[in-house]
């Protein structure tokens, strides 16, 4: 009787696993807190009128900002991990950094390294932070490297107690708080001028739960800390038999901005979403508290990290996720281009057009088997065109993926075109374990759109979506589409999440690159150039009313915004971000609750270098 008790207890508790992660434990208290009020809690029954409030977040030269001594105590509080926010370029230039060494080092070796993804302060588009401070070895006159909208410090977390003081620091000090994984920001969320921010990177703890419960699941399960990187999972994928969705970027940090955001893969048209894949979530909220956000607990905020957007809400420590069986991939890549060598005539243009058109039509085949695609289009010269994709497939045996192909490699042939085919082999984008390495900071712009189904059904809208597309290419655009079919139904439990209910009517996400030259521009030649991508983009705007766009990869200046990243969960978005953020602590552009407030740039660029204004108030035009 004792061993078949003694039997029953193991078999009960070999299922059980600590609810967080060791660095989760380490919590603030009121014992830290003290006499150092910086850093206690917020307490709504405070809150000061709008009236009362200060127009601008505090930034250096303001008599709020905090003094050294201010700076030097949170730092001994947090153990010593706030750290300097110093521009990785500032080595490039005149000045107390400057170091000819590592400035040749930045322009010549980040190639094969990861300096710039464990860098504090890089986001890896140079643009929205303003620019001000470029890996240059020999500066021209007039260039120089400033602070702009890197922020000022940077509280360097690997705890939930870090976590906390600096939101409480933030909150109590009025300083625009930021929050960086990776840094894979394309508009600025991730920036901030005066700014104080957490930094999440280290954050790479994980565990396999053979056996997980909440709600209505009861299955396999990772929990995963917010900085693990998509090719670290990849590995745990591997060591554990399963598979867990994250992006196909090898070093976006998969539970962070990419699945608050929604979170598209190479499984999205099998398995959903990044944001459709969390259980439970752990979670830092404005009042500087950790929670516990799952179908059971604290649902408002359930809801609204998985597809509500990051950095409005709270920061997230660690996530369960589902753990899905171990799941293949192959790949079947096509291309086919006109006038590579020569002038293309009339008729070698339309049947590159031609192909355009089936391939688009083949594309619903790929989402309704489970597959996802992901294409590039654009023009070289005046009359050349050059088409690419990457057919991606789950569970396909090399043979199933040839023949599943071969129907679109008929019809392109048929239509005249000289197709180059690769025969099946893994995907570049999936599984992959070596070390993530090599990204770089880079300076362009570009817009999306979530094109619905019904534009690929429907013969007049197809053939009005097609020509909205190839005129964008023949602008001189750069065209990317991904194919994928992310419904409610291949989502699965537990649903009823705050994802952009485009995404799930959607076949196609689609972006426009402009390959316009950045960096020098003026500002009015800055705005000219986005004027002209925005005037392309109304033309798919035009052929897709009521679709939306993906808010991780938009255009930052997208008209009615709040419609195309969120659609009709907008207003209950907002009343969320109001009762768990009624003091502003957490700003990004392009998120909710954004339009309260004001990035005021003296050259009135859509950058994040200026201060942080409550919109109409005296501040946004005093600067």
């Known amino acids: 009787m004792r061993s078949l008790l003694i039997s029953i207890l193991f078999a009960l508790f070999a299922g059980i696993h600590c609810a967080k992660f060791a660095f989760e434990d380490e919590q603030l208290t009121n014992a830290d807190i003290d006499d150092f009020s910086d850093v206690a809690f917020g307490d709504t029954s405070a809150l000061v009128s709008l009236d ?28 010593g991990a706030l750290v300097r926010g110093i521009p990785p370029a500032a080595v490039c230039y005149d000045g107390p950094f400057k170091d000819a060494a590592a400035c040749t080092f930045l322009s010549v070796n980040t190639t094969s390294n990861r ?70 920001d394309f508009i600025g969320r991730s920036s901030g001028f005066g700014s104080l921010s957490i930094w999440t990177h280290w954050l790479k703890d994980f565990e396999y739960l053979p056996s997980y419960q909440v ?158 695609a992901c294409y590039v289009s654009r023009l070289s010269g005046n009359t050349s065109f050059s088409f690419m994709t990457d057919i991606e497939m789950p569970d396909m045996s090399a043979a199933q993926l040839s023949a599943f192909v071969q129907p679109l490699l008929d019809d392109l042939a048929a239509a005249g075109l000289d197709v180059t085919n690769r025969p ?39 053939a009005a979506t097609q020509l909205a597309i190839r005129r964008s290419i023949e602008a001189g655009y750069t065209f990317h589409g991904i194919h994928m079919k992310p419904t409610e139904e291949v989502a699965g439990y537990p649903g009823a999440n705050a994802v952009n209910p485009a995404f799930r009517v959607a076949v196609m996400h689609a972006d426009l690159f402009d390959n316009a030259q950045l960096r020098g521009l003026s500002p009015t030649a800055f705005k000219a150039a986005h004027a002209r991508l925005a005037a392309a983009m109304d033309e798919w705007r035009a052929v897709s009313p009521g679709a939306g766009a993906y808010m991780n990869e938009c255009d930052v200046e997208e008209p009615d915004w709040q419609q195309a990243f969120f659609g009709t969960n907008y207003d209950r978005l907002l009343a969320i971000k109001r009762r768990r953020d009624p003091w502003g602590v957490f700003y990004a552009p392009g998120t909710v609750g954004s339009e309260g407030w004001v990035v005021v740039t003296q050259d009135e660029m859509p950058t994040q270098n200026g201060p942080l204004c409550r919109a109409g108030s005296a501040g946004w035009t005093a600067w």
């Open 52 to 79: 009362d409030a200060a127009d601008c977040k505090a930034y250096p030269g303001t008599t709020d900002w905090p003094l050294e001594q201010d700076w030097s105590r949170l730092n001994s509080s947090l153990g």
């Open 115 to 184: 300096f710039y993804i464990n860098d504090p302060v890089t986001v890896l588009s140079e643009w929205a932070e303003g620019d001000t401070c470029h890996v240059s070895r020999q500066p021209q006159a007039g260039e120089n490297c400033t602070q702009g909208g890197f922020p000022v410090y940077v509280v360097n977390a690997t705890t939930v107690r870090q976590v906390q003081m600096a939101v409480n620091f933030a909150r109590n000090r009025n300083i625009r708080l930021v929050i960086k994984n990776t840094g894979h």
């Open 215 to 372: 709600g209505a699941y009861n299955g396999k399960a990772a929990r995963v800390g917010a900085g693990v990187e998509s090719w670290e999972m990849f590995a745990h994928m591997d060591q554990h038999n399963i598979t867990t969705l994250v992006a196909g970027g090898y070093t976006v940090g998969a539970y962070g901005g990419w699945m608050a955001g929604g979170g598209h893969s190479a499984m999205a048209s099998k398995y959903g979403l990044g944001a459709d894949q969390a259980l439970s979530l752990q979670v830092v909220t404005a009042d500087g508290r950790f929670v516990t956000a799952d179908p059971r607990q604290n649902t408002d905020l359930f809801y609204a990290l998985r597809g509500g957007g990051g950095s409005t809400y709270g920061v997230v420590t660690s996530v369960v996720v589902k753990a899905h069986p171990y799941t293949t991939i192959l790949a079947d890549s096509i291309s086919f281009a006109v006038g590579r060598s020569n002038p293309s005539p009339p008729e070698d243009t339309e049947k590159f057009w031609k192909g355009f058109d089936l391939y688009h039509e083949f594309g619903n085949k790929i989402v309704d088997n489970g597959g996802t």
């Open 424 to 462: 099946p082999y893994p995907p570049t984008n999936w599984m992959v374990t070596t070390p993530g390495t090599g990204d770089r900071p880079g300076s362009s712009r570009f817009a999306s759109r979530l094109l619905p189904r019904a534009n690929f059904d429907d013969p007049a809208l197809f």
